[in-house]
């Protein structure tokens, strides 16, 4: 296997999950591996100055710029207000959200229940400046109000905001759409949050219906023999996937829309949306989306093994307009097959757009 998978210069849980070995070579050709989009992301779609890069790195910058009719909750930087602003937050609110506003995928992302926990309501009720001091020692910057979620998503798993990614790109200074196919993440029962452990799904962004069985994601993923599990059902609650369809999903499309305009240096952004009782909310914004693989994965589950090139060329055709001539140390690289020729992947189709 270690020959096999060198030799086509295939990651070997990519050649596992794929079953490359029996692909043909026009489905071979058809995926993308993640070095390839990862350089082409950060060198030509959305290669942005590093001042740029942290508007969306940083949760904190990211959320100050989007209205709150946007976000659909309230929240606090703690480096931008005083302890007396988080005071009455914490008064206010009995379930709340602390997060470090650097971090991603999940991690230091922490859910507060004010009275279910007794150590935390004692902690804040006796004691708010030192939970407060703590807080700031562990740059856990943000809060943010509870999301609740439209009953629809809730039933799927009710224990944590389920969110969809989708994906918005600036074509011009004036216009900007949604592209490729969105992908539901929904959390497991007992988790406060739906990306430590996790199932994701594909669905098609004009009807909003699901579209695929379910992928497995998160520590159990790395475990060969769960790696390729699909899920026709959640593992918790049961729903069966393929019957759900996204609620608001035109109204979706009308907000990541709206909120990538407030974005404009970066060309391609991978929102985080939770669904509401009352619309869709921006959870957040990933200007590096690694979704790729997992979108590119589930696609391939139902079109007959094939990958995504087709629809990460027509990105780049898209915002071809935007996007300047490569650096010459880069000409050469394998990633970007329309100046490469010695290591393309056999039967890749050039995805040169200059």
Known sequence: MFYQWQMHKVHPLEYIR???YALSQEQKASLVQMP???????????S?????IKVLVDKGIALRQLPERLLKRSFLDLRHCSFADCENFIRTHTRFVIKRPDLAFGNEVFVIEVYSDSRIKSLLTNDLKKFYDECMTKELYIFEEYICQHDEWKKVNPSCVNTVRVHTLKISEQEYRT???WMPRFGRCGDAIDMRRSVAVLADP???QIISDALLQ?????EIEKFSKMLEVHPDTGVRFRELVIPYHREIVETVIEAAAYFPEQRLIGWDVAITPTGPAIVEGNGFS???????????????GFGYRDHLLEVLTMCKNNIVAPPQDLRCCCWYTGWSCNQQQEGATALSVF
């Open 48 to 52: 942005i100055a590093a001042d740029d």
């Open 206 to 208: 004009e009807s909003g």
């Open 218 to 222: 998160g520590e159990k993923e790395l």
């Open 179 to 181: 592209v490729w196919h």
């Open 36 to 46: 390839e989009y990862n350089k082409l992301l950060q060198n030509i779609i959305n």
């Open 18 to 20: 794929y079953c490359y």
């Open 290 to 304: 690694q979704a790729f693989a997992t979108i590119q994965y589930l696609y391939s589950t139902v079109a007959g």
